[in-house]
């Protein structure tokens, strides 16, 4: 977020800056777009600087994508496939309110 965002603020560059008469339908896509992108080559320019396998531990990226699943598929086994549903959907709404 750091390198990412915070370097390129209102900028072209900057996936979570609105454009001018955007619609938030549509800054939602580019954002969650670009920011994604971004955040993947940030990952990659960080673990090639430090000589790091893209599969290393040190792969935040990669934990963010097993995390996810397995905190969903904790709640799923815990309570109920009903319960994961809305546990994702609530995940889903709060980061769209969070982009928008």
Do not use: C
């Not at 750091?2 to 979570?16: K, L, Q, S, W, Y």
């Not at 994702?88 to 928008?100: C, R, T, Y």
């Amino acid at each position: 977020h750091n390198f990412g965002h915070h370097m390129n603020v209102a900028t072209p560059e900057d996936g979570a800056t609105a454009r001018y008469n955007q619609t938030v339908y549509g800054f939602w896509f580019t954002s969650v777009t670009k920011q994604y992108l971004n955040a993947w080559r940030l990952q990659v320019q960080l673990l090639k600087r430090q000589n790091i396998s893209f599969l290393s531990p040190k792969n935040d990226m990669l934990w963010y994508h097993l995390i996810q699943p397995a905190y969903l598929g904790a709640v799923w086994y815990v309570f109920s496939f009903e319960t994961m549903l809305f546990a994702a959907g609530a995940g889903v709404i709060a980061f769209l309110f969070l982009e928008s």
